[in-house]
């Protein structure tokens, strides 16, 4: 099993920055294909990047493409996501996910509590 702790998050306004964390337990991490979900208020939980436990490839959301990138340490048992040119939209609560396969699932068996990213206009 593997337990996941974000941090990260924040206020920030338009056009800013932030990085996202999310630590790992455990020795395996590297083990563990790795990604990035968001849950805005009202709304269902979308997929937002993920990366293959060997780092070769990533995927993303259409609408975090250009702007968000997913990357991972497995030396710190970190995965990153970084933020940029954020928009209003982008204000949600996002939540690390983790499997131990190759690929992410689209329903992950492991999940961390979130933090939550708030983009002021």
């Known amino acids: 099993q593997v337990q996941l702790v974000e941090s990260g998050g924040g206020l920030v306004q338009a056009g800013g920055s932030l990085r996202l964390s999310c630590a790992a337990s455990?020795?395996?991490?590297?083990?563990?294909?790795m990604g990035w979900f968001r849950q805005a208020p009202g709304k269902e939980r979308e997929f937002v990047a993920a990366?293959?436990?060997?780092?070769?490839?990533?995927f993303y959301a259409n609408f975090v493409k250009g702007r968000f990138t997913i990357s991972r340490d497995n030396a710190q048992n970190t995965v990153y996501l970084q933020m940029n040119s954020l928009k209003p939209e982008d204000t949600a609560v996002y939540l690390c996910?983790?499997?131990?396969?190759?690929?992410?699932?689209?329903?992950?068996?492991?999940w961390g509590q979130g933090t939550q990213v708030t983009v002021s206009s």
């Open positions: 996910a983790a499997d131990r396969s190759e690929i992410l699932t689209t329903k992950p068996s492991y």
């Open positions: 455990g020795r395996t991490f590297s083990s563990y294909s």
């Open positions: 990366i293959r436990r060997s780092s070769d490839s990533t």
